[in-house]
């Protein structure tokens, strides 16, 4: 969690290099805010060296005088003055994980702010450069990054100090760190200051540069006398190239970040347009989520009215997935890199007849690895899962007209066949694949049939297909074996239920007087039409009864939403047992970072728009297709999820829901990283008509008299996310810095869902189960 | 240019910090090629320090024995052993700019390339370290990066080193930087390659530890006798943790390196399906832009068959701007550090109903200061101009419906009323939104009436009106007093001519039987329709008109290409002296890099959604709406639109598009880039047409009996373009490096257009104007 209190600014202060001064200067800084009249906390959570020469007690030391207002604190302690990472099997100590440690920091932090009440000011001092490592291995600008505390970074006044301190910097950033002030020394030789400031005056950072402190000299006595004058020098409020005017900017920038973030919900009512948001139901400051950063599955959201001992930023927990895009959590610096690295080299270069690295790599594993193996041949790039539906309803329309040889007089009747409920994105043409509802526009045109489909859910905690009336008349709830009976079609096919789904789509394609173009499914898992997992057989046995009495009907499958793992597949395809001549994959694609769409086809779509005509071409493009940047992410994205998809945690999950069958379980097709147990208990809650979870989604469906997308009771049902109370049997949560936490979430109508991030702890999603169920409870 | 030679591998050695070992790993790396039997070329192009000390003698002296394969090479010199910048000063001398320093380094590249036949190896040393200054005072980093060479990152073995070869790596990732190898020091002690090896080893990054020099000692001679022993053990073959192994490994990459491009455009052919490309049409190798990396208005293209020793990468320039995108050339710094520190704070975080600080600073400017100054209350995100335009029409739709009391059975018929010739972006509903032709679709469904537009360009060299026979009979071409005269508006409306207008829109108007609920306009300059500039005049009365027909007409300006100073001004609202109620940005919004677009509406447009019913609002959007990242970088690109509307260039190219007034001139609206003389001088060419100039857009029409979008005569006219030859009056062109350049241009059947970037230098124009000039000469 991101820590920020009214009455105790903090800053965390970072080195350019080891030995450019940190200690020096954060010493200076501690002196003269105690002179400022403040309390101060001197923290240094690591400290490495003799115990006389730590840098607690040189603050301590050269601040004697003020020691009343002065605290200072070390945490962890060891005796060589090496890196961290070595010192700590020096002296043979077990070290503390990333999350235990940055939790002991932020337990410390919390317990300075609750004792004082008056204005304060916090040095956390870090040990040696930015990258340099921790106790556990890892670097201290990733480590600390869960505490997202501002930042100082003292520059590097000697010889090649102006590339560390700019790379220093440039690493700060590329974290997302705030750096409030860049410090250094102000060397009259190398006249390093200089040139930073000018460097960063143009960049917008604030530069600093204040006396060096004396040579050392010999004698211990002299030496503390002159240190002792050079720090009353630095710190003296009337000395211009002192410390006393950084600590005043400092101040200045912890007041402007608080003005910031207060007035941040009224300015955005203002000057925004929302999305799916009715601003006549937005009605104050508190009906806004205030995002100030974020990292792993968590925002760091502002609240103006917590008390003030308490921190102003709260994690809350991000379970929509940020609208079911987050793979690998906010602020991901595998996808950082991978974008700075080709916006460096490439910026965005046109696509069409040309080529880049990063496009052509996406495009070989996406056809020849990835969703496309087996059947696609080409890879089509656009911008959202919206234009790459567009695309592929365009590649449908052409291949069917060209196969068919419809009449050109009939091109605008060309339908579509789907499923109530589908959602292909909000352009108009995709809409037009979809019903008349809610979503739709004035020019909306419902150009199809849409079967109502049968649904899996857990039911009274047992595993159900919903049938409904017009497939199957007197049965409509049928309990199934398990799980994975329900997707194991090759069985399922020859079951009388397969039967009555053919008959009854053979009886209602044959009543379809227009000619049909396309099928077009969201496999499985409907998102945006109300969280519906489709029974997979009745896709499959659509998709044969439509191919047998049309060929020529190319066959779209839109894994926008639930492709590349997200429901704990990479594609649907194999499950299923039938290719599509078309899918589309986003969201997941680029890592949950960028925009960035791909619609994938099969040669003969492609040669449906292949001649030497150029008006044959898809004449289809948008500005920013295949951005080298986007592209980039995405193979970073893919990188990722090939390291996820064998991780422990995935085998565990796959383990709880696979049946106990041991061999089977390290390959379970239908699993979630949510509990099994839990799903089923939930679904036997009194309020709770159905649920249903796969991969890293959780749908929970309330029961509602009316329900539909203008219902509010699943809202409602959950108000109680919201509360932030740790539960009482774990003090500290699985949250950055083991804060309380609570819960961004979506619904749809009575349907409540909650997304994980594909590489989300099994301790966060545990902590959100227990969250859901005693938000649940609490109202049933 | 970047630099690629089959015959002479090439790699340029950067410093994690000063004082690495970075010339002695040079020398190691120089000797133990030389042991291979290869031809050594090591550059040192700045050198600081006494002569004596230089790093090229250093080279030399360790070298001695294999000096005949050897040649090292210093091109400037200075006596004092301190930062390049503060050097050039001590020595009183004249610092190159660095187009001049790197036009110097290409220069000799290019020598030592063609003066050797055997395989070969170069080794550029840098000075310090990644960003240390160079003679100019901008940064190694950035004054190397238009040479893209691939890199060697001297690590620093030393106490801190871990952090400052970390961070270093990741200064050269932002600049886009191939590192093919870190090399390092084997320090026992400190153990930095230990820690490394396995840090990068999971970034896919070779690392290599050497071992560390002998101490320097105090006799010369005993000195030179154990440092010759000291290169001799590690250059030596055989010897494992030598730097034999390095030499391989950088042979290995370069052969990698060859061998990705000469076999990324077959590779392309059959896993890519481009947009707007028949690929029928697309047949060898030669027909695809291989783009290796680009810079400024740059791509680096690959050429297969160039001979041997010539480069196989090639400047060109990217004379569509990377399709009307790019504002401030590829691989800006600004730009990638924007993105960088928006992806490492937030990543993307969801945006219905919340907010970031990206997001909200975006929308505030454009609202408040930027095109919807004056006139906009909101702004609405999207990814591209087609979804933009999307969002935009459905505002229209609803906001008509509202205030017209149309009846929901006309809302399918609800019409548009535009221009012959728009183009609002790809999707089907926007595609709607223009007539039927070669880019539509089977499902599309022209809503709407069309007037065939007046236009503006040079004929013969005079300004020239050329009016429809529909709006006027007899008279097709007005030749105008001047450019600023036409876009008077206020001064015209008061002519014959605008009555003329007037009548015929009234009539036409009047004419229409279904409703017309929106009336569209790409102000002043149609891009896809074919680079039409229209009389602004026309555009004028067409919306006065049709205003007060029907006052509940709501107005959209889609300026996706023309807005942003694409063509000169911020928005075309000022100039054409109304305000539309909607209007859309995209494209130059992101300076170049990324996709996302906006859609501002004013308060009337925002009320009519408004409401306590979630079904009446704008049920609209995109997964990675105002995504963090996008916003970020589009804050940074109007910051940098802000400069650039300063710059001299641009007071100097107003000033020669101005009327004599002195005065006038810095506040011209109506300029260009491109000089007005060549404007007038190519109107007069045999084989032109008409041209016209505007901010950075330059139309050129061919004669052609059969025009169109499928015509291939303005790719014929200008094929000479593709002729690398420099002028003979400048040795050195302004492409990087100074090479002799080809052009990339797209064009519309009969019309060529070429393009520049916001922040094009003019030698670049002028060198491009010089081209255009002669290849159309020689066809003429």
Known sequence: MSLLYKHLRIHQIFGANTDVGKTILSTGLVRASALKGRSVFYLKPVSTGPLTQADDQHVTRYSAQLKDRIISKCLYQFSEPVSPHLAVNIDNAVSPTDETFVNSVATYIKKCASETERESYMYLETAGGVHSPTLSGTTQLDCYRPLFLPTVLIGDSRLGGISSTISAYESMLLRGFIVDAIVLFKDEYYRNWEYLKAYFAERGVWVSAVDPPPEILPDPKANFSITEKYYETISNPDNDTGIGGVVDHLTECHAKRLEDLSSMSSRARSAVWWPFVQHGLVNGDQDVTVIDSAQSDFFNTYHSRTESSSSALRPTFDGSASWWTQAFGHGNPALTLAASAASGRY???????????????????????????????????????????EVALKMALRTFSRESGVSAADYKQLGIVGLKGSYHGDTIGAMDA??????????????????????????????TISVPSLVKANEHDIVAPSLPWVYDIPARLHTPLAQVYRNHVEFALSNISTPIATL????????????????????RVLVDVARTR?????????????????????????????????????????????????????DRVFQAFLSTSKADALLHGHSYTANPVGCAVANAALDLIEKVARSEEWVDARGRWAPSDDAASKFAQIWSLWDPTFVRTLSQMDRVDRVMAMGTVLAVTVKDSAPGYTSHSAKSAFQALSQVANNDRQPLSPAPGGAPFDVHY?????????????????STVRALEDKIWRALSELS
């Not at 739709?440 to 859910?457: I, L, M």
């Not at 077009?520 to 896709?539: K, R, Y």
């Not at 190319?554 to 939403?561: A, G, N």
């Not at 979506?746 to 099994?762: D, E, H, I, K």
Request: hydrophobic letters at 45%.
């Open 746 to 762: 979506r619904t749809l109508g009575n349907v409540a869902y909650f997304m994980t991030s594909l590489n989300s702890s099994a």
């Open 434 to 463: 979809c019903e008349e509802g809610v979503y739709t526009c004035e020019w909306h045109d419902a150009k199809g049939f849409w079967f109502e489909p049968p649904s899996v859910s857990f039911k009274h905690g047992v595993v």
């Open 347 to 389: 910026g965005h270069v046109i696509f069409p007849q040309a080529v880049h690295a990063p496009a052509l790599r996406l495009a070989e594993r996406l056809v020849q690895k990835g969703p496309g193996k087996g059947w696609a041949s080409r890879a089509f790039f656009s911008d959202d899962g919206a234009t790459a539906m």
């Open 550 to 602: 049309t060929p020529a009907l190319p066959v779209i499958f839109d894994e926008v939403f639930v492709g590349l793992y997200r429901i704990g597949m990479e594609s649907t395809i194999p499950l299923l047992g039938v290719t599509p001549d078309i899918s589309v994959n986003a969201k997941v694609l680029t890592g949950g970072l960028l925009p960035m769409a791909v619609t994938l086809a099969n």
């Open 520 to 539: 077009v499914l969201e496999p499985l898992l409907m998102g945006a039409g109300g969280m519906i997992f489709v029974d997979p057989l009745f896709q």
